[in-house]
């Protein structure tokens, strides 16, 4: 990722982080830490997550650090004081980070990722880690269910213009490819992580001419090798028609030749545009929707037949419309040795280093403990060590390998999980040492509570 | 803003419009072209939106144009010609920009910005523009309706987190600041942005000591000056007692004490708290509430008359929960001296250089085209001129008088538009010049299509 799309500084956190890391620091609280990165509940219309956004963690650790603009600020604005910032000054990632590879079909409640530091370090980072993997998997998360509606379809994200921002754009670039889109339009993702760029026209390209033949003819004669008309900018049938008198006058390779409709009934329009190619002897022009398009408008598309190619998908995918975030959470598991357990209400926490062991064959993963036996075949470890003592292992996994290990699992996910609309997610089974050790925590961690005294744990 | 945030390459752009500008240069089509920035319809909650995002846009025009790598990539990989590239390197944004000021209430139809300027210019910022301007207005326009649901409380930006990436943490924090948010707990806009940054403790900190009141002890010491609990760890009432017992025996004073309740039931948590605080002398002491919280339950909280001085508010307001994204568009409306519109189905567009005047006297606003003379007393115009010849003009406004201009405009806003549901948003009228116009070119621009020829214009 291009350092323009990346804020390094060790501001951008929250206060509360430093503030709890200065304390940390002042009474020598630099224990190992272990913290777990995981979604409590998935939103209602999801069956399962897509794990994104370790690359930037990575990279964002890797470059963690105050300077001097940094610390002069905490002093002068913040309440900190020389000692403070004195001690805040040498602090690093040098932790070490477990986490599922990215394009990983997860659930509720399993890690995401494990973060095992001095104690300091590992808050510091809180916000940065949160902050880039929820946003990445709940766009990843969202395109894999466009790529779920129309299996066969090309997919190009569209969603540039409308994202949070320009660093957004870039990530639901990275995101929806690594969740099986075949392109993207925005020209800067294209260009750091080699995807393939596609461009149509505008409606102002159209306007800008006098007619909409003369738009068609230039634009045809200067990009020939690929041609996509927008074709509803006045009169939808015009549009085609206009089109195809360009093409066939142009001599334009039918193989390279696309329209695309915007608005309106895209069905029906659809339907015209294939005879009226087909007609016209193109019969290997394509067609292309666009225009506030989701999972459940191409699921329909696709279930009335509309003879669609290629579908532009924007803002609705680019900020995951119906869930613009998920439940995310960070929460401290284990300090010093010991394991720890949080049990406010409705956001009680699971205690200790977690793995998670899946079986696609039984369609079942298993919760447990880090430091429990490995459970026989066919279970699999997720969670692998990306890196150690801040720095990456050899463990190296570009986009091109996460989008095929999505897809690996989106093959092997069943068909309850891959529904749209009420989907029932795969069962996730805590282990029994997992269950007794939450138990044991919740119990010793109220001794004073009287009536309050029962298990508020999140078995 | 600081370079960290901000992408400023050429390529931050949807391919098309690199494909146009390439195609106007190489045709000439260097005239004036006019683009107006504006949102179709205001989400159905939404009773009127809140303009922000122009000073970013400002700077990104500012530093607008393609480099070396841009270049080489353009035509190594998106098929563009050393010619395309050479007119392309000479690019810079050269052009006029008119915007209302941020902090401006608007509805729907009504002009954000307009851009005039060379046509390959004006159509490349597109996705710029749009980009900058949806996001910032949706955030601001959600952050207005929490500060309308409790207009006395203190209001704190919580949303790191969550946000979709970093920069949208900043523009978050800045657009909350704008619609009325306190302070923010994002120290990287707190310090570019000259905002109040608040940090309090997470329940980590509680968890990483032996006990609660041990981590109470402990913070206390460290910060006297800002002394925030979070209280429900384990259990909230004992959480409260043991905020009270260290703050006493601390001798904290009471003016710099909060307790933070973030689960389960806040208003009668807070009521408890209040209860606890006073019959222990800390009448002057805060109450703070967090977690998951948005407008409609801040509504609820401040109805239920729950003593809450403070709300954190995230996730819901950073994302903008219940409407991620704007209906916005970018549109040509004049080119060569030449009104232009389009027609494409429910996305027909207005012809023409706006301006909107508005009465709050008549609560009122009319949308004219900019050559119309400016009606009487008490209307005023929105649009000013920020930008000319690709140069800032004089008009600066900071975010702090943006946020009174803000200010100023949400008192004069009547109670139906400011409703949180079922808002019926202020009244905007078409001018007729505005009316005759967008009907002659509706007519004109139909002359072949026989019984389509009916208006679609968007009056």
Known sequence: MSDLHRATGGL??????????ASYLRRGMT????????VRRLPPARGFLVAAGLESCLGLLTGFGFDGEDLAFLRRECGFTAA????????????????VPEGTIVSADEPLLEVTAPLPEAQLVETLLLN????????????????????????VDFAARRTHGLEAAFTVARSSALAGFDATSYVEAARELGLTAVGTMAHSYVQAFPSELEAFSAFAEDFPAQTVFLVDTYDTTDGISHAIEVARSGGLPPDRLGLRLDSGDLATQAHTARRMLDAAGLGEARIMASGGLDEYAVADLVASRAPIDLYGIGTRMGVSWDAPSL????????????????????????????????????QVDLLCLDTEQ????????LLETVMTGGRRTAVARDLKSAR????????RLPASARALSEPEPRQVT????????TRRLTEESRPTTGPHNHARGSE
Chains 1, 2 share one sequence.
């Open 430 to 437: 805590w282990s029994p040492a997992l269950r007794a050790l």
């Open 374 to 381: 490995v459970p026989p075949d066919p279970f699999e470890p």
């Open 31 to 38: 224990a190992p830490a272990t913290f777990s990165l995981f």
């Open 84 to 99: 403070d910032t004195e001690a805040l000054a040498g602090v690093r990632f040098t932790g070490d980070v477990r986490a």
């Open 12 to 21: 951008c956190t929250d206060l509360y982080e430093i503030r709890m890391a």
């Open 327 to 362: 439940d995310s959470a960070y929460k401290l598991v284990a300090y010093d040795g010991r394991p720890v357990l949080k049990l406010s209400a409705g956001k009680a926490t699971a205690p200790g280093a977690k793995q998670v062991y899946r079986s696609w064959e039984e």
């Open 132 to 155: 880039q993997i929820t946003f990445a998997t709940t766009i990843a998360s969202k395109a894999a269910r466009c790529r779920l509606a129309a299996p066969d379809a090309t997919l």
């Open 404 to 411: 095929q290990h999505f897809a690996g699992g989106l093959r």
